[in-house]
C-alpha cells in the first residue's frame, strides 16, 4: 500500500514540473513583440533655403546731428525745451543773460546815429560849397575841405553802422536757436548755470535720415560686402525693418576689433531715437538646410534631440536622436546636424516616447518614407 502512494505522488510531482515548463516560454514571446506600438504622427525632414546669420548689437545714429554750445559767455536765463521735444529750425531753446550786450548794441545805434547826423550836415556843406565853387565865390582849397570832411564823415558812419551791425549779430548768439528740424537730446545745463563756449547745452539730432552702426569681427572681413541685408529688430526682438549694408569701413577700429558698416533705416522717432541700441542680423548667405517642426524638438539637459522612426529587426521603433540646432525659419527649426533628407521625425506623443519603443507611423507628410517597412 505504501509503495503504491509514493508512485502516485511521483507521478504528481513529475506532471507539475512539466506542466511548469510548458508555461515558461509566454514571457519570452511578450517580450519579442508583444509590446503595444503606440500610433504617432512623423514628417518627412525636407530641405529648405535657410539664411547663414549672425546677430550683433547695432547703435542707431543720425546722419544730421549737432551739438550746441555757446558762442558768448554769460549766465543762462531761460531753458524753453526738454531732453526728447520735437523742435524747427529756427525755433528758441535758450537764453543767455543779454543784458550787457544789449546796451553795447543800444551805444553803438547811438554812435551811429551821431555819426549820421554829422554825415548828413557833410552833404549839405559840399553842396553848398560845391554851388560857390562852381560860381567862382570860393577857393578851389575851400572846397576840397568841404570834399575832405564829408569822405572823413561818411566813413565814420559806415564805420558805426558796421559796428552796430556786429554788436547786434553778437547780441544774436546769446539765444540759442535749432540749426535744424530734430529732437533734442539730454539737456545737462539748468537756469543760472554760467557757460563758455566749452560748455555742451544740448543736442539736436534729425529724426529722418538714420543708420545703424553695426561692428562685425575681424574674423568675418573676408565675407563683409556692400548688399548683404540685415534684419533690424528692437532688443526684445520685435522686428522693424529690413535693409542693407550702403557702407564697410576700409579700417578696423582698434579699441573694439571689429570692422564698422553701416546700413541705412527709415523708421520714424515712434519705433526708435538716435543713439537707441537694437539689434542687427546680417545675412551672410542662404543655402539649402534639413527643416523640421518645432514641435518635434525635446530636450534633455540642454540637448536638444528628436524621435526619428527606425527599423530594428523587422520591428519599426523610435529613435532617439541628438540633433544641432541652427535659426527659426517660421515654425521650423534648421537643423545643422543629427539629421539628413528622407527622416522621418516623430512629431505626436513625444512625451510618451523613449528610446527604442515599438511606433505605429500613421499620417505621414506626402512623399515619406516609411523606416520600417
Given amino acids: 500500500m505504501s509503495r503504491r502512494v509514493m508512485q502516485v505522488g511521483s507521478l504528481l510531482v513529475a506532471g507539475l514540473v512539466l506542466s511548469g515548463c510548458q508555461k515558461k516560454p509566454a514571457p519570452a514571446a511578450a517580450a519579442g513583440g508583444g509590446m503595444q506600438a503606440m500610433p504617432v504622427q512623423t514628417v518627412a525632414v525636407e530641405m529648405a533655403p535657410v539664411p547663414q546669420t549672425s546677430e550683433y548689437m547695432a547703435t542707431i545714429k543720425s546722419r544730421r546731428s549737432a551739438t550746441l554750445q555757446p558762442q558768448v559767455v554769460g549766465t543762462l536765463t531761460q531753458i524753453r525745451v526738454h531732453s526728447g521735444d520735437q ?22 545805434r547811438a554812435t551811429e546815429r551821431q555819426k549820421k547826423a554829422v554825415y548828413d550836415y557833410a552833404a549839405t556843406q559840399y553842396k ?16 576840397e575841405q568841404a570834399q575832405q570832411a564829408l569822405d572823413n564823415s561818411k566813413a565814420d558812419y ?3 553802422t558796421s559796428s552796430t551791425k556786429t554788436a547786434e549779430e553778437q547780441l544774436a548768439y546769446y539765444t540759442i536757436r535749432a540749426p535744424f528740424d530734430g529732437i533734442v537730446g539730454d539737456v545737462p545745463v539748468h537756469v543760472g548755470d554760467y557757460v563758455s563756449s ?9 529724426n529722418k535720415d538714420l543708420e545703424a552702426y553695426i561692428y562685425i569681427p575681424t574674423e568675418r572681413a573676408a565675407q ?15 522686428p522693424l525693418e529690413k535693409t542693407k549694408i550702403d557702407f564697410v569701413s576700409p579700417q578696423v577700429d582698434n579699441s573694439l576689433q571689429g570692422i564698422l558698416v553701416k546700413a541705412p533705416v527709415h523708421f520714424g522717432r515712434q519705433a526708435v531715437r538716435n543713439s537707441q541700441l537694437v539689434k542687427a542680423r546680417v545675412v551672410w548667405s542662404t543655402e539649402p538646410t534639413a527643416v523640421i517642426p518645432v514641435l518635434a524638438v525635446m530636450r534633455q539637459g540642454g540637448q536638444p534631440f528628436v524621435f526619428v522612426v527606425s527599423d530594428q529587426g523587422g520591428h519599426t521603433i523610435a529613435t532617439q536622436t541628438p540633433v544641432t540646432l541652427g535659426d527659426t525659419v517660421g515654425n521650423d527649426y534648421a537643423v545643422t546636424s543629427g539629421l539628413k533628407a528622407g527622416d522621418q521625425v516623430i512629431v505626436s506623443s513625444t512625451q510618451f516616447l523613449v528610446n527604442g519603443m515599438p511606433v505605429m507611423p500613421m499620417g505621414k507628410s506626402p512623399g515619406a518614407k516609411n523606416a520600417g517597412a
Avoid: C, Y
Fill in 87 to 108: 523742435v524747427k529750425a529756427g525755433q528758441p531753446m535758450m537764453t543767455i543773460d543779454p543784458l550787457h550786450q544789449q546796451a553795447t548794441v543800444d551805444s553803438q
Fill in 128 to 143: 553848398r560849397q560845391k554851388t560857390l565853387f562852381d560860381e567862382g565865390i570860393i577857393s578851389r582849397d575851400a572846397f
Fill in 158 to 160: 559806415d564805420s558805426a
Fill in 224 to 238: 563683409v560686402r556692400e548688399g548683404l541685408e540685415v534684419d533690424i529688430s528692437d532688443t526684445m526682438g520685435k
Fill in 198 to 206: 566749452s560748455t555742451m547745452l544740448t543736442t539736436v539730432d534729425e
